[in-house]
């Protein structure tokens, strides 16, 4: 199957300074990924859709001037939390879908998320 | 909007015994997919078993199968036959349609699956 990365998968910063995640789907194209943030024993949820060539959705309560999101191409996208602050500590998957087909069938792969802690 | 609903937050079973998992949500679309995800301790997220909406036909991979009941908005995962390897936190997700949705999963709160030896 395909591959999605995430780089890095653990960063640790002070607060007050911003973090970029990467998200590169390695054997595909993906014009859209999704940013997830993950507390511990709780489920995923969605933090915003990046698009390719257009700005990024963002789900209700998202802040999008702190979680910027940049679809730079079609296996690249970044999470980039600014001005980090203890409560954004958390671990963030980012997943990408292979492909839209006439079905509308996909498959969605996961990165192997990113524990982000701010100290 | 739709929800997802897991209700059991954990469950057990012995090792080569069966067990189900249980999954609720609620919609107004008619066409949609739903899926059973895995995330093992390394955190990984593994899709299991998917279903589209409008096969009548219950999925099946292997060892895990699904009940979808459509009209009831219920989709139970079974195992059959656990394995140590199966231990696991499972997530039921909800996909509707790329051009109202974008394609986004929308997730249940999770099952812990702990499997005895």
């Known amino acids: 199957g395909a591959v999605v990365s995430q780089h890095p998968s653990w960063v640790i910063c002070k607060s007050g300074t911003s973090v970029k995640i990467e998200c590169r789907s390695l054997d595909f194209q993906a014009t859209t990924m999704f940013w997830y943030r993950q507390f511990p024993k709780q489920s995923l949820m969605l933090m915003a859709t990046s698009n390719e060539g257009s700005k990024a959705t963002y789900e209700q309560g998202v802040e999008k001037d702190k979680f910027l999101i940049n679809h730079a191409s079609l296996t690249l996208s970044t999470l980039t939390v600014t001005s980090a602050h203890p409560e954004d500590s958390s671990f963030y998957i980012c997943?990408?879908?292979?492909?839209?087909?006439?079905?509308?069938?996909?498959?969605?792969?996961f990165g192997p998320g990113t524990r982000l802690t701010v100290l | 909007a739709q929800t997802v609903t897991q209700s059991q937050p954990e469950m057990s079973v012995q090792e080569a015994e069966t067990v189900t998992l249980s999954c609720t949500y609620d919609t107004s679309e008619s066409d949609y997919y739903l899926f059973w995800y895995k995330q093992p301790p390394s955190r990984q997220m593994i899709l299991v078993i998917r279903?589209?909406?409008?096969?009548?036909q219950n999925a099946t991979e292997n060892r895990f199968s699904v009940n979808f009941q459509k009209a009831a908005k219920s989709f139970s995962l079974k195992i059959s036959d656990s394995q140590l390897g199966d231990a696991a936190m499972y997530f039921c997700?909800?996909?509707?349609?790329?051009?109202?949705?974008?394609?986004?999963?929308?997730f249940g709160q999770g099952t812990e699956l702990s499997v005895k030896p």
């Open positions: 997700a909800y996909r509707g349609s790329i051009y109202n949705q974008g394609g986004k999963l929308i």
């Open positions: 997943s990408a879908p292979e492909g839209w087909r006439e079905d509308y069938t996909d498959t969605q792969y």
């Open positions: 279903q589209e909406a409008y096969k009548q």
